[in-house]
């Protein structure tokens, strides 16, 4: 009885551990990107515990509010029906556009933290040069068409963050001629000053070009920092 009794102590633990291990963390992928470009991302966001769910959607098919409603809905609907206790987000590039555009028309009950990578928050520059070009309008798709720095684009008309999150932008760019388009720092696609966001909670700048975002180190460990503590480390 016993050793039956101190075999029970030493597995509760392991049990109500494994129990509360609710929190699943919605990843979101940019444009003209895939899942795959989220998978170091989210191995990390594993190995720190969180069960994760690597959406990929086509997101050069359609508008931002369809892309948000087709992609997100699913994934939420799948992580509640798995018990989550809460649902957080990360995102590369238009994926937290996506969010933003999401959590303007619905509620999530359970909604935790969102990070968002290199977002075109107040849109880019690189839209408002090239948007009109056919080959622009090819690669990129309707989602790319509404992501200039105007005042009526959808970035702008979204409004300010009405959820908790912790936006990382990058300050190296491996595309010149983007570089030359974006006034002031610049990732190659946004710019450092157009990722902020009115509401945000946190905001940090590392050394990396937007296509590497989601698999920098420094950006991947400010990530789960921020999910846990609701901010950024800082030095």
Known sequence: MKFCLVIAMAILPLLASATENKEYVILLHGLCRSGRSMIPMGQALTQAGYKVVN???????????????????GAVADCQSRGAVKIHFVTHSLGGILVRSYLSRHTISNLGRVVMLG??????EVVDKLGSWWIFKKLNGPAGDELSTDKNSTPNKLGPANFCAGIIAGSLSINWINSWLIPGRDDG???IERTELAGMADHIVVHS????????RTAIRQTICFLGNGKFERA
């Open 55 to 73: 959406m990929e959607y086509p997101s050069r098919s359609a508008a931002i509010e369809k892309l948000s409603e087709d992609a997100i809905g």
């Open 119 to 124: 977002p075109p928050n107040q849109g880019s």
């Open 189 to 191: 696609k946004v710019s």
């Open 209 to 216: 070009a937007h296509p590497f975002l989601m698999r920098n």
